[in-house]
């Protein structure tokens, strides 16, 4: 156990319709990043929105130990006074990321550049997690790290004393390298320069941007180049954190799966690298629309509203809409169960690295409910029942990822069995307040033994 409690196992049993308003908490990815670039910046940050899950909240924790001051005004509401690039100090214990990669890799980026030596660690799953993809690039800047074997925390990272600026192509589509090696970059003289060949979540360049730093964004190809000028003076920042995509696709998935549903879901986050489930949810049929868009903070909004959709049909996702869409790939394959043919999710490999191997963890817990999954290494398909609808009654292994917990208990909200999920203890790290709202949507979940 490594959320800091004992297991508590969950079901979720068949629901009756789900209707009114989701009002899901700040996003998780940007909340990260306020917190980080606040730390950087020279003053006090102010912070509207965030995400008060585990995951940020060690975030928080780890921009205090550097010597950055952290306050909790109220709900959402907190500062953060930084201060300035290369200004971190040397913590004076371990860092622990909990359960959070993004937590972990963004703030190794953030302190690879200063003197300063740190060691960082996490719960289970996060030191079964991959960290040489952060380390090669940060060894270009004159970082050292010295981990477990295979690269794995705990690790320690003595950050470069005369750093260099990188020019570096990540080898997979992802936001972490990106942002680690922008981080570094921010304290090294001279352009930092990360290429990549898919573009993948690009909050990290809009906030440097809002804090003053000098990036330039190419386009080339399906993919990106972003250049940043080192070494800017931070400014700080008034930051209204947008709802989370990641967090709507729960309450949205699970109304167009169950019956005589209709969900409203305001001020979502629509980020166009971060959007994919809902615009592959419309391909597949779903009575899913957008209202009301809007711009807030310098990103889109719409409030969302689905209804039930009995005549989804199975679909191939297009895999270059993988990154902007991998998180929602556990809960797709659930709404992939109850429509008609299958779906084939390919190109996912990275799913096999995220907090557990989310291919495998999927495809075991549908399988268990009765639901035909097959499996490659970057890939899996699910034969949709349609019309049939999924039996259920699976006792399901969350693997200490929040994901697949929440997955598996909206299935249980649609299946005809009861659906049990061993610990429903890690949705706190993105999403604390999910069996809370789903239960006024109308769901119920029961403590299991
Ligand atoms: O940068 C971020 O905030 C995130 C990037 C993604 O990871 P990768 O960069 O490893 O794809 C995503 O899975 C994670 O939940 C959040
Ligand atoms: C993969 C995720 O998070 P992280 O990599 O930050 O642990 C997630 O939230 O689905």
Sequence with gaps: MSHGGPARPLAARKSGPLTGVADVPGDKSVSHRALILGALAVGETKITGLLEGQDVIDTGRAMTAFGAEVVRHGEGAWSVHGVGTGGFAEPADVIDCG??????????????TTPITATFTGDASL????????TEPLSMFGARAVGRSGGRLPMTIVGAA???????????????????????GLNAPGQTVVTEAETSRDHTERMLAGFGASVEVEEIGAGRRVILTGQPELRPQTIAVPRDPSSAAFPVCAALIVPGSNVSVPGIGLNPTRAGLFETLRDMGADLTYENAREEGGEPVADLRARFSPDMKGIDVPP??????????????????FAEGRTEMRGVKELRVKECDRIDAMATGLRDAGVTVEEGEDWFAVDGRGPEGVPGGAKVTARLDHRIAMSFLILGMAAKEAVTVDDAGPISTSFPIFEALMSRLGASFEDAA
Aim: hydrophobic fraction near 50%.
């Design 162 to 184: 005369d750093p260099i600026p990188a020019d570096y192509a990540t080898p997979v589509p992802s936001a972490q390298i990106k942002s680690a090696i922008l981080l570094a």
């Design 320 to 337: 270059a809409r993988a990154a902007s869409m991998i998180d929602e790939y556990p809960i797709l394959s659930v709404v992939a169960a």
């Design 127 to 134: 030191r079964a997690r991959p960290m040489a993809r952060i």
């Design 99 to 112: 359960n959070s990669g993004t937590g972990v890799r963004l703030v190794m980026g953030a302190m690879a």
